[in-house]
C-alpha cells in the first residue's frame, strides 16, 4: 500500500489555493487540514459561547471539546486526565518548570540536551539555578550533531530527578530511540523522563505508555492543526508536581497545568486532526473500529515509507555538495530520520539561499530555529544560522526535483 498523494493533497485547501508554491517549512507551521477548518468554522458560527452551561449551544460547546480531549486521549493511549491541551509547547514546557521545579533541592541534578529547541533546555536552566540544582548537559558530536544515548548513561546518578530530550531533532532530524532510552535510564536511576515530540509528532503520533515518558508534549501547528501544545504528564506523578492554575481548579486533571485556561475553539478543532487521520487511514484500507494506536502505526508505515522517498534524493545532493555542510544523518533509514533537512551553505549565506529559493517559488526556512546551542555546538555562527527544508507527507517527489533544481542555482 503507497500513500494517495492527490487523496492526501485534496484535504490541505493551501494545496489548491496556492498550487505553484513548494512549501517545505513544515516543521516552522504545517498546513490546516481541512477538517480543522470546518471544526473551527463550525464552532465559531454555531456554538461560539461559553462551554459547559446548561443551554443548548454552550452544552454542545462543551461536549465539542470533551471529544477532543478523549479522542487525543485514546490517540495517545493515556488517560483524558493525564492530558493538557494548553496555548503552545514553549508555555506548557515553561508551566512545567515551575510544577517540576517547586519541589526541586540544592543538590539535585538534571540532564538536557546539547541537541534540543530551546523549550525544552531554557526553562529547566533557569528553575535550576534558581533551586541550586546541577545541570549535567548530554553533549552532541561536533560533526554531526547526533546523541549517543552511551554518553547519556553516564551521566545518571542517584541524585538525578529529571532527564529532558528530544524525540527529534528540529536540526539534524534525528530520531532518538526513546523507548529504549527510558528502559535503560528506569534501569540505572530514578530519574524522570521529559521528551519534546514537536519536531517528531508530524510523522508519527507515538502510543505514550508503550514509550513509557513520564512527560511527553508537541504542537498541533505543526501536525496539521491548531495552534495549540498537548502536553502528557503521567498520572503517577500528579502527587510530586505542584499545580499551576486557580486554587479552586487545581484537582481538576485536565486544567491543573494551564493556568491560561483552554481556548475553546481551538481546543474543539484539534479533533479535526484525528477526523483527519480517520479519513486517510480508511481510504488506505483501514476501518473505523481499528484500535486507535494501530490506526497511528498503520499512518506511520504510509508516512515514513513516502517520506523516505523524498529525504533521500536531497541528502545525497547536499552530502555530496561542496557547497553545503548537511547536518545530521546522510541516510534514511526505516523511522530514524525525519524529512527535515538543515544545513549550512558554504559559499552564501543562509538568508541568501533561503531568498535564492523564493524567487523559484520554494518556501523554505533559515536561521537558528531557536536551537542556538546546538548550532554553537556545530560550530555554525548563529546569527545567519542553518538553511533548513521540512518536508511532511503532503509533499511529493515532483517538488523534491524542483527543490534540487532551486538548490543547485542557489548555493
Ligand atoms: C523541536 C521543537 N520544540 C519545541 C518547539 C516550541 O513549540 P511551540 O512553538 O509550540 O512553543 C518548537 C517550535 O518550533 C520545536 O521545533
Known amino acids: 500500500m503507497v500513500l494517495d498523494i492527490d487523496f492526501v493533497r485534496a484535504q490541505f485547501p493551501q494545496c489548491a489555493n496556492d498550487p505553484e508554491r513548494v512549501f517545505c517549512s513544515n516543521a516552522g507551521g504545517s498546513y490546516m487540514a481541512r477538517q480543522v477548518i470546518d471544526r473551527l468554522d463550525h464552532y ?6 461559553q462551554p459547559y452551561y446548561a443551554f443548548s449551544p454552550s452544552r454542545e460547546a462543551g461536549e465539542a471539546m470533551d471529544v477532543a480531549k478523549q479522542g487525543w486521549a485514546r490517540a495517545l493511549n493515556i488517560g483524558v486526565e493525564e492530558l493538557t491541551i494548553g ?7 515553561y508551566v512545567m518548570a515551575q510544577a517540576l521545579g517547586a519541589s526541586w533541592q540544592s543538590g539535585d541534578e538534571i540532564i538536557i540536551t546539547q541537541q534540543d529547541h530551546e523549550a525544552n533546555i531554557g526553562v529547566w536552566r533557569r528553575k535550576a539555578e534558581e533551586k541550586g540544582v546541577t545541570v549535567r548537559e548530554w553533549a552532541i558530536d561536533p560533526m554531526t550533531g547526533l546523541l549517543d544515548p552511551a554518553d547519556l548513561y553516564a551521566l ?7 532527564l529532558f530530550f528530544t524525540h527529534c531533532s528540529n536540526l539534524m532530524g534525528t530520531v532518538n530511540p526513546v523507548a529504549d532510552i527510558v528502559r535503560q535510564v528506569r534501569k540505572q536511576s530514578a530519574a524522570r523522563v521529559c521528551v519534546d515530540a514537536v519536531a517528531y509528532a508530524p510523522h ?5 505508555k508503550a514509550l513509557g515518558v513520564d512527560i511527553y508534549l508537541f504542537s498541533l501547528y505543526k501536525v496539521f492543526g491548531p495552534h495549540q501544545g498537548i502536553l502528557y504528564v503521567n498520572q503517577e ?5 505542584q499545580g499551576q492554575s486557580h486554587y479552586f481548579i487545581q484537582e481538576v486533571d485536565s486544567k491543573r497545568y494551564n493556568p491560561a485556561g483552554p481556548q475553546h475553539a481551538q481546543v474543539v478543532s484539534c479533533q479535526g486532526v484525528l477526523d483527519y ?14 484500535d486507535p494506536c494501530d490506526k497511528m502505526e498503520a499512518l506511520q508505515r504510509l508516512f515514513w515509507a513516502h517520506e523516505k522517498q523524498l529525504t533521500a534524493p536531497l541528502l545525497d545532493y547536499l552530502d555530496q555538495s561542496s557547497h553545503a555542510r548537511l547536518l545530521g544523518k546522510t541516510h534514511c533509514n526505516d523511522g530514524d530520520r525525519a524529512p527535515t533537512i538543515a544545513f549550512k551553505p558554504l559559499r552564501k549565506s543562509s538568508a541568501e539561499v533561503a531568498a535564492s529559493m523564493d524567487q523559484d517559488g520554494i518556501g523554505t526556512e533559515n536561521g537558528d530555529f531557536y536551537a542556538p546551542r546546538a548550532l554553537e555546538h556545530l560550530g555554525i555562527e548563529t546569527g545567519d544560522g542553518a538553511a533548513r527544508i521540512s518536508l511532511v507527507h503532503y509533499n511529493t517527489l515532483d517538488e523534491v526535483e524542483r527543490i534540487l533544481a532551486s538548490l543547485e542555482r542557489a548555493l
Not at 508519527?204 to 505514550?208: F, M, T
Not at 506523578?237 to 508536581?241: C, I, V
Not at 487521520?277 to 481499528?290: I, K, N, P, Q
Request: with cysteine; aromatic share 4%.
Open 44 to 49: 465559531n458560527a454555531h456554538t461560539r459561547v
Open 87 to 93: 496555548p503552545s509547547t514553549s508555555m506548557n514546557s
Open 156 to 162: 545518571l546518578t542517584e541524585r538525578t530527578r529529571w
Open 204 to 208: 508519527h503520533i507515538c502510543d505514550l
Open 237 to 241: 506523578q500528579a502527587n510530586e508536581l
Open 277 to 290: 487521520f480517520d479519513v486517510l487511514h480508511r481510504h488506505h484500507g483501514g476501518s473505523g473500529d481499528d
